[in-house]
C-alpha cells in the first residue's frame, strides 16, 4: 500500500542529504501519515482512512462529507 494521504494527496518526497563534506546522496522524506477510523455521519458509520496529520486538522474545521467531496473522494466505497 502506497504511503499517500486519501484526501490530500501528500506522498513521499526524494532529498538530498548534504554531509559536513558537502557530499550529496538521496533520501526520501516521508509524509506523516496515520491510519483512523472516523465517524461518517451521512452513512452512520466509521470509514477507516490513510490521512496525513495536517488532513485530520482540516478535518476538524470542514468535516468529513466536505473534504470529501472537494477532494474527489467517494466514502462509500471506503
Not at 13 to 26: F, P
Request: hydrophobic residues 35%.
Amino acid at each position: 500500500m502506497a504511503r499517500r494521504c486519501v484526501l490530500t494527496g501528500k506522498r513521499p518526497n526524494v532529498a538530498n542529504k548534504v554531509s559536513h563534506s558537502n557530499i550529496k546522496t538521496k533520501k526520501r522524506q516521508l509524509p506523516n501519515i496515520q491510519k483512523k477510523r472516523i465517524w461518517y455521519d451521512e452513512e452512520q458509520r466509521f470509514v477507516t482512512l490513510r490521512l496525513s496529520t495536517r488532513a485530520l486538522r482540516t478535518l476538524r474545521k470542514k468535516g468529513l462529507a466536505e473534504f470529501a467531496r472537494e477532494a474527489g473522494v467517494d466514502l462509500s466505497k471506503a
